[in-house]
């Protein structure tokens, strides 16, 4: 499967943004989704993941109630919806997915990614 992320962008502190992540291939809704995030000299960090059917969602700490991902199976898409961003925030916003059920932290757990999309959140 090809992953496609956009929506990033500046936005000041306080701020929102939705990022999209649009999908190849006609099994989508089989497939594990996630966004995980990569800041300048920091490793790749699991932000959310989303089952095939929407039944299972999970958040990193650090973005619960803030974020909310989800997903719109008929158009092969996965979105994160960011609420009162902060500037630890910025970072490069990465999707992937996987055909495995259950969510993984750990980017190597994951099969496919996108390009990523860059989000900065000044102060």
């Known amino acids: 499967v090809q992953l496609q992320a956009s929506g990033g962008g500046l936005v000041q502190a306080g701020g929102s943004l939705r990022l999209s992540c649009a999908a190849s291939?006609?099994?989508?809704?089989?497939?594990?989704m996630a966004w995980f995030r990569q800041a300048p000299g920091k490793e790749r960090e699991f932000v959310a993941a989303?089952?095939?059917?929407?039944?299972?969602?999970n958040y990193a700490d650090s973005v619960k109630g803030r974020f909310t991902i989800s997903r719109d199976n008929a158009k092969r898409t996965v979105y994160l919806q960011m609420n009162s961003l902060k500037p630890e925030d910025s970072a490069v916003y990465y999707c992937?997915?996987?055909?495995?059920?259950?969510?993984?932290?750990?980017?190597?757990?994951?099969?496919?990614w996108g390009q990523g999309t860059q989000v900065t959140v000044s102060s």
């Open positions: 992937a997915s996987r055909t495995l059920p259950a969510p993984a932290a750990a980017p190597a757990a994951w099969s496919y």
């Open positions: 291939g006609r099994t989508f809704s089989v497939y594990t």
């Open positions: 989303i089952s095939g059917s929407a039944g299972s969602i």
